[in-house]
């Protein structure tokens, strides 16, 4: 091979109108006592007016909502998906509502009111999976459909078992999900940027949560730059069905912010919504932390009777199974340099048995990683930056009947140092190129090698 360098609402608003009516027909008397109570009256009617209207439009999306549910008696409802994935444009899948029943939420997203669909969850890849096997929910927090969808081709090409089971999904938000974000204040000393990015990252968050609360058991939450110790699902399904019957709100797999944090689905609804709550307030780690405090802390007792309550609601389970490996946040130009210490030490390589051959490159390797001792299964290859024209060469002694292969480079430690702009060739053995056996789907490069592959 070669190598080259997302009813009784409405009863009290018509009460309040009718007091406020009542309180308006009263004659103005400078020398009344009365009327200063009857002013303050007035202005407290006048805030349950208004009170009674949100309950009665809250009652009324619900109500809308429950009478669409029965009307489709099976439980079904229509996506849209980009139709270069292989599934048609429109699709019928099982599942439950799709807009998130949180009559709340337009209290504290009144922006929401002015579109209704901009709760309903746009479901670019999915087959509306739940129970069983827990489907895996990949958000993509863009509003650009071009960018989303070119995540769900890359997710569709490298799974695509995985997504037409359901098992995996993607996701996005409405663009009319997110508020104005000019009108957030500065707090905490942070930038306006920072205020932005971590509101978002509460909105993007408490998004992912309602729509997976009725997907499964469990929710954990985790993002694209970490990477997970080997068998980490079944060390997290055994821990959380052994501590089943304890109070917890949730279980910590990793010590670093949200991180492996895992829930029960049916607590989402609740730590969503003070999520939302206070969304423009804080970041997401410090409310999470907040409603611990809300639940178990006794003002009146001191701060180690308050975080021994807390440990009791949130249970760490060790080693880490989980370490953060990226350095470029979300925000932009902010580093993130942390790591996980409960981690521990992960293989950087995987032996294998390899067939004799002489394997040979251009690239000088680094101190001891050459690649012979890669080959014969005692190190991992690690080379000085490679330059256009650069390969890496393995010479069987007898041909091989090849069926498949994975190139991957980079490692956790590491994992800036990685091969771009590769090819991946093969040479055919002298049979088939004596008998000029064509090999289909593939091109040649030169020299008789077939590219089979490339990044």
């Keep these: 091979m070669r190598f080259y360098p997302y009813k009784l609402a409405c009863l009290l608003a018509f009460g309040c109108f009718v007091s406020v009516t009542w309180i308006k027909s009263i004659p103005s008397d400078e020398g009344s006592t009365v009327m200063p109570d009857l002013q303050i009256l007035y202005k407290r009617l006048l805030v349950a007016e208004e009170l009674g209207g949100q309950v009665s ?68 890849l999915g087959q509306g999976r739940r129970g069983g096997m827990n489907p895996v929910s990949l958000s993509v927090f863009q509003t650009n459909l071009d960018y989303v969808n070119s995540v769900a081709e890359t997710i569709m090409k490298n799974f695509p078992k995985e997504v037409q089971s359901g098992l995996l999904e993607v996701i996005s938000p409405s663009q009319y999900y997110y508020p104005d974000f000019a009108s957030l204040k500065e707090t ?17 968050f408490s998004f992912l949560m309602l729509y997976a609360q009725d997907k499964g058991t469990f929710y954990v939450q985790l993002e694209d730059d970490v990477v997970a110790k080997s068998g980490y699902y079944d060390e997290m399904k055994a821990y959380a069905t052994n501590e089943a019957s304890k109070p917890w709100l949730y279980l910590e797999f990793s010590q670093l912010g949200f991180i492996g944090k895992l829930f029960r689905t049916r607590d989402l609804p609740m730590i969503a919504e003070f999520f939302l709550m206070f969304h423009r307030d804080k970041p997401i780690d410090w409310l999470l932390d907040h409603i611990l405090w809300v639940k178990v802390c006794n003002p009146e007792k001191d701060d180690k009777h308050c975080t021994e309550q807390k440990a009791l609601l949130k249970q760490r389970y060790k080693p880490s199974l989980f370490q953060h490996v990226g350095l470029h946040s979300s925000l932009p ?9 409960d981690f521990g030490k992960q293989t950087l390589y995987k032996a294998h048995n390899n067939p004799p051959a002489e394997v040979s490159s251009t690239l000088k390797h680094y101190q001891t990683h050459s690649l012979k001792s890669a080959y014969e299964g005692r190190d991992f290859f690690w080379a000085i930056t490679p330059l256009q024209g650069d390969y890496i060469l393995f010479n069987f002694s007898q041909p091989v009947y090849t069926s498949g292969y994975l190139f991957r480079s980079g490692n956790i430690e590491t994992n800036g140092d990685k091969f771009f702009n590769t090819t991946v060739e093969v040479l055919p053995s002298s049979v088939l190129a004596r008998h000029k056996v064509a090999i289909p789907h593939y091109r040649e490069s030169g020299n008789g090698f077939i590219i089979v592959g490339s990044n």
């Excluded at 099976?74 to 599942?95: A, I």
């Excluded at 905490?188 to 993007?204: A, I």
């Design 188 to 204: 905490f000393g942070d930038s306006k940027e920072r205020v932005k990015w971590r509101t978002k990252q509460n909105l993007d």
């Design 333 to 341: 130009g902010k580093l993130q340099h942390l790591k996980d210490k």
């Design 57 to 124: 439009q809250d009652l009324s999306s619900i109500l809308e909502q429950l009478r669409n549910l029965s009307k489709t008696g099976n439980d079904t409802y229509l996506y849209s998906v980009h139709n270069r994935t292989g599934f048609k444009e429109t699709e019928k899948q099982p599942t439950g509502l799709q807009t998130f029943i949180q009559p709340n939420i337009y209290i504290f997203m009144p922006h929401l009111r002015l579109h209704p669909g901009s709760l309903v969850p746009n479901v670019v």
